[in-house]
């Protein structure tokens, strides 16, 4: 059984840099696309971006500039860094698998942005 | 961008009743519409891909058609475990839009 474990930071400054890491137990990152997502306090989710095995990235236009995905896959794990963060940022952040369907999702972290 | 427009946005029903939740895309997302369940403090949970596949371990109560720009999400026989936030995705186009929810409350 796949299960997805996320660690990082929960509380940053502004203009700091989010960084977020997801390990993958119980099965490969080769083979699959991963993606990160996240959810507003209240609100719906925004999807931020993916990566497959090969290190093919896709980003959310509204965040490319200050989004990375990465992969290490000796690790088994994938990470997300968001530079210049803003209180806009706040939300808590998921990794799933999957592009065309998110079939294994993290537990989430909650980020909170605030001087 | 393609927006995805869910409605209604809350919905009150009672255990045993039939739902209907709509997907609505701003253009044609071929069958590239998943659904998930979101219970509070919870990640989603992947109920429907592909418009109409009943994700392993799914309730066969749940089920998913349409095609294009218009999609639906059936309960039938609500469960009091159902009682939650759902919401669709459209995966046809980067970036991969959700819908903004629909809230399923108790009646």
């Known amino acids: 059984q796949v299960h997805l474990q996320q660690w990082g930071a929960g509380l940053l400054k502004p203009s700091e840099t989010l960084s977020l890491t997801c390990g993958v137990n119980g099965g490969p990152l080769t083979g699959y696309y991963w993606s990160w997502i996240r959810q507003p306090p209240g609100k719906s989710l925004e999807w931020i971006g993916e990566?497959?095995?090969?290190?093919?990235?896709n980003y959310n236009p509204s965040l490319k500039s200050r989004v990375t995905i990465s992969e290490d896959t000796s690790k088994n794990q994938f990470s997300l860094k968001v530079k210049y963060v803003t209180a806009a940022d706040t939300a808590v952040y998921y990794c799933?698998?999957?592009?065309?369907?998110?079939?294994?999702w993290g537990q989430g972290t909650l980020v909170t942005v605030s001087s | 961008d393609i927006q995805v427009t869910q409605s209604p946005s809350t919905l009150s029903a009672s255990v045993g009743d039939r739902v209907t939740i709509t997907c609505r895309a701003s253009q044609d997302t071929s069958s590239y519409i998943n659904w998930y369940q979101q219970k509070p403090g919870q990640a989603p949970k992947l109920l429907i891909y592909?418009?109409?596949s009943l994700q392993s371990g799914v309730p066969s109560r749940f089920s998913g058609s349409g095609s294009g720009a218009y999609f639906t999400l059936i309960i039938n026989t609500v469960q009091p475990e159902d009682f939650a936030t759902y919401y669709c995705q459209q995966t046809y186009v980067i970036p991969r839009t959700f819908g903004q929810g629909t809230k399923l409350e108790i009646k």
């Open positions: 592909a418009a109409s």
């Open positions: 990566i497959n095995h090969s290190g093919v990235t």
């Open positions: 799933a698998r999957g592009v065309s369907r998110l079939d294994y």
